[in-house]
């Protein structure tokens, strides 16, 4: 069978750059399954992404879908034939309808029955007639994150649609999307090469656009960018800071990388660091340059990427280092105007700011974290007296004119303005990290005070948000309490904190006062699932199996850092010989507690021993119960597991011999009582009965 090539190209206006790879992804992936749906054959997948295009090229496509075998039932043969053994009119029409004899219908065993069926052999049609409808409907389905119309056009797509290449082999495919015909051309450089660019043969696409100033491969472009800025860097006598987002972002804006330097004056440096690097960084997308690798301390240069070869690379130096130079003066404003006014005496001001519609004021906001984050201080071994003042001071930022300006240095900049009026490093150190984290990528904050009132800031957001009955459902999350919530348990669980979750949530959801009185009665329970469900996710990605996360966060632990010891020790566990059985047997002993509708048992009385086997389990626990329970009161849950283990062989000889539902009522309750005993022992760690064999 011949084979050819495919390439598959949208032209647009500037795609954002966060949306190129998904669609490029998205393009490529549903493309090749619906060849093979269509029974077409393809080898391999290749995708591009750009500002001006997205493209697949897909390699020894076969030239013609395969031949399909197509059975049609007939009626039973029960009532295809009469007594006389003779063809029923039933029969008769259903080989009619087919056009051919009876005699060309065949016996099948099928799953109702046997019945008389056709089978026939339906010839594939050549690949070059499906593609065009094909792809036409795989781009309509592309998971675009917003639509957008252009003109007259009914047409819908992430950006006005300029052009279409779809070339199979040598052959322009009579493609129509978008309300344009598809033709056999490419187009290079929007600035350096805007004509026309021939692709006469797919497997070629991506070198010709090289000839035409464009860089469609989105991982060639951007290893050829993050290598030339480390160049530069170097050259410069420094380390580039380069975020991987950032890096993403700016391949995303460029066709034609040109890597540039340009410099600032020294006397900005005298700004905090972080104001310069979100400058460069968020508002300007330049990559900072830093003195030496891992530190704070910045050259008075930068690196930026042009999206062309310029005559004079000196003129597009030199207007973006005024650009920079422009705001960093408003940032050198902001910073000495602000330091003028103490933090302390903007307090009062949060009072006429709205936290939220119905949680109060920024001030109220204030207060609450006032009364909470001390109270978390003894978790982190923080200072209470310093967490109570940075509590006092955390939100005053929000009204200085450089959080105004730049609302990512929100408590960064509180920190310095701390240390600039005289308080303390402690105080300066929580207040400058207690949003943090702010997202997955964060860091979680190192100073013990920033994580307690990070906590505590987390918290009572998640406390309010709750209380007021405004839960995240399904995708939407407009106050990002998914966040939150993923945050404090980070926190927890990265800083290796030891925090009962329900007391901590009961003691924001107190610090509100009346304000929620009756809004939604439970919410404490509510939230408390919600952070169940976020550590599930978490654990999982972590690694840990499903069914062990179930076993142990069904047992609703209150302190996120002890279910993942708990996790760990099951874990190591499973891997033992007896894991399974004593699983199996815990199953078991649930099922029997559950059917007779205990959920407690009593006491064991030793005289109703009758058995041996039980006997011997009695005695087997009795010498493991002390060491046993000495280990879980201080969480040693893999010591505690080795000796549960010890278990197996006295577990498995009881349910052999011994008949646990006796028709005595006081043996027969004795005997669960011994069980449940058992069982209880294992609760302590996870339910051992979720687990999967």
């Known amino acids: 069978m011949s084979v050819r ?9 500037e795609i954002p750059a966060k949306d190129q790879q998904p669609l490029a992804r998205a393009l490529g992936e549903s493309l090749l399954a619906a060849l093979g749906e269509a029974q077409i054959a393809a ?23 395969a031949a399909r075998e197509l059975i049609k039932r007939g009626p039973a043969v029960d009532r295809a034939f009469d007594a006389a053994g003779n063809p029923t009119p039933a029969l008769q029409g259903f080989a009619r309808a087919n056009g051919v ?8 065993a099928l799953d109702k029955g046997e019945f008389l069926v056709y089978r026939q052999v339906e010839a594939g049609r050549p690949t070059a007639q499906v593609l065009p409808e094909l792809i036409a409907q795989v781009v309509s389905r592309l998971p675009l994150r917003k639509r957008m119309r252009w003109g007259s056009s009914q047409a819908s797509f992430v950006r006005p649609v300029q052009w279409l290449l779809a070339r199979f082999g040598e052959e322009v495919l009579p493609l129509h999307c978008f309300e344009l015909t598809a033709g056999g051309v490419s187009y290079g450089h929007r600035v350096t090469h805007p004509q026309a660019v021939a692709v006469t043969e797919p497997a070629d696409y991506a070198a010709c656009l090289l000839e035409a100033k464009v860089m469609a491969d989105f991982d060639a472009r951007r290893a050829r960018i993050g290598e030339e800025v480390r160049r530069l860097a170097a050259e410069l006598g420094g380390v580039a800071l380069m975020p991987e987002t950032l890096l993403d972002e700016v391949t995303g804006l460029v066709e034609w990388p040109v890597v540039l330097a340009g410099a600032f004056e020294e006397a900005y440096l005298a700004i905090p660091p972080e104001v310069l690097t979100t400058v460069m960084i968020q508002h300007q997308r330049y990559f900072p340059v830093l003195r030496e690798a891992g530190g704070k301390a910045l050259l008075n240069r930068f690196i930026f990427v042009a999206n062309l070869e310029s005559r004079d690379p000196a003129a597009v130096i030199h207007g973006n280092s005024r650009v920079l130079r422009a705001r960093l003066a408003d940032a050198d404003f902001f910073w000495n105007e602000d330091r003028k006014r103490p933090l302390a005496a903007r307090r009062p001001e949060l009072e006429q700011v709205l936290f939220q519609q119905g949680l109060g004021s920024l001030l109220d906001k204030s207060e609450r974290l006032v009364r909470l984050a001390p109270m978390l201080a003894g978790a982190v071994r923080a200072d ?17 004119g450089m959080v105004g300006e730049f609302p990512e240095l929100q408590g960064i900049m509180g920190g310095y303005y701390a240390r600039h009026d005289g308080e303390s490093a402690a105080v300066s150190a929580a207040i400058g990290g207690h949003y943090a984290p702010a997202g997955r990528a964060d860091a979680i904050p190192l100073d013990a005070g920033a994580q307690a009132l990070s906590l505590a800031d987390k918290l009572d957001t998640l406390a309010g948000f709750f209380g007021l009955g405004q839960i995240p459902s399904g995708d939407r999350d407009p106050f990002a309490l998914r966040r ?30 009346n304000l929620l009185a009756g809004r939604n009665p439970g919410f404490e329970a509510q ?9 599930r996710v978490f654990f999982r990605e972590e690694g840990f199996a499903p069914d062990l996360v179930e076993a142990v966060l069904s047992l609703r632990p209150g302190d996120p850092l002890d279910a993942r010891s708990r996790l760990e020790a099951l874990s ?40 041996d086997a039980e006997n011997a389990l009695w005695t087997a626990w009795q010498a493991l119960q002390a060491p046993t329970e000495a280990l879980l009161a201080v969480g040693d849950y893999g010591p505690a597991l080795d000796l549960l283990a010890g278990l197996r ?45």
Not at 671 to 680: D, K, S, V, W
């Open 5 to 13: 090539d495919l390439i598959l190209e949208i032209g647009c206006e």
């Open 43 to 65: 080898g391999e997948c290749r995708t591009f992404a750009a500002p001006r295009r997205l493209a697949v090229l897909l390699r020894h496509v076969a030239g013609e879908q």
């Open 384 to 400: 209470a007296e310093a967490v109570r003042r940075a509590a006092e001071l955390c939100k005053c930022d929000l009204l200085t």
């Open 649 to 693: 062989g006295p577990v498995d000889r009881f349910f052999d011999e011994v008949m646990v539902m006796a028709e005595d009522p006081a043996l027969r309750a004795n005997r669960l009582a011994l069980i449940g005993t058992l069982r209880g022992a294992f609760l302590r760690i996870a339910d051992f009965s979720l687990l999967q064999g």
């Open 484 to 513: 939150a919530a993923l945050g404090i348990l980070r926190i927890l669980l990265e800083g290796e904190i030891v925090l009962d979750l329900p007391a901590a949530i009961e003691a924001a959801a107190a610090a509100y006062g």
């Open 101 to 108: 004899e009876v005699t060309q219908l065949e016996r099948m």
């Open 527 to 535: 939230l408390f699932d919600f952070f169940l469900e976020r550590l």
């Open 572 to 611: 190591r566990f499973r891997s033992r010989p007896e894991a399974e059985a004593l699983a199996a047997a815990n199953k078991r002993i649930g099922n029997i507690l559950r059917k007779e509708g205990i959920t407690e048992t009593g006491a064991v009385r030793v005289e109703l021993l009758r058995e």
